[in-house]
């Protein structure tokens, strides 16, 4: 749930300009410090497709935002709704021009 919620920060961070997915994480514990999350394998989705191998671009975005399910996490650090998220990402594409889709 954590890294989900991470994943949902991250859109609201970007203005739904960018999107993580398939991130995965463990916790790392050692003696005498305090737990941690180690964060690894992501891909990433940008609305203009520019950081590599993978990102699928605004359909990558469109299909983060509408796979995503908010948890108690999302609630507690009080991110935005899924439709805030979906309009603010409609809004990003107009705003540059990009081809209008359809959120359902
Ligand atoms: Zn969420």
Request: aromatic letters at 10%; proline letters at 1%.
């Amino acid at each position: 749930m954590t890294v989900k919620s991470f994943l949902h920060f991250i859109l609201e961070d970007s203005a739904c300009t960018m999107a993580f997915t398939d991130l995965k994480g463990f916790l790392h514990t050692k003696l005498g410090q305090a737990r941690s999350m180690c964060l690894f394998d992501p891909m990433t989705h940008t609305l203009f497709q520019e950081s590599g191998v993978g990102d699928f671009g605004g359909a990558g975005i469109q299909d983060v935002i509408e796979t995503h399910e908010c948890n108690l996490f999302c609630e507690g650090l009080n991110l935005s709704t899924k439709a805030v998220l979906k309009n603010t990402f409609v809004q990003q594409k107009k705003e540059y021009g990009i081809e209008a889709e359809t959120l359902v």
